[in-house]
């Protein structure tokens, strides 16, 4: 049982830090990674397949 604890205590230790940006901001966000929020693949032409319609 203890175990389970300091293993939940882990996580939620390791969760806050990875959004300590995004708890303490004011308007704080998680960065956008996706190929579409990108302003340099956009200049290169580089897309998301999942953008695409594939209906034309």
């Known amino acids: ?3 389970f604890f300091v293993t939940i205590g882990l996580i939620a230790f390791a969760t806050a830090l990875l959004g300590i ?3 303490f ?3 704080g966000r998680f960065p956008n990674t996706h190929i579409h ?3 340099e693949m956009k ?3 580089i ?3 999942r953008d695409k319609d594939f209906n034309k």
Do not use: D, E, S
Request: aromatic letters at 6%; one cysteine or more; hydrophobic letters at 30%.
């Open 1 to 3: 049982m203890k175990l």
């Open 21 to 23: 940006k995004v708890f």
């Open 25 to 27: 901001t004011k308007n």
């Open 37 to 39: 929020g990108n302003p």
């Open 43 to 45: 200049k290169r032409g």
């Open 47 to 49: 897309t998301c397949a």
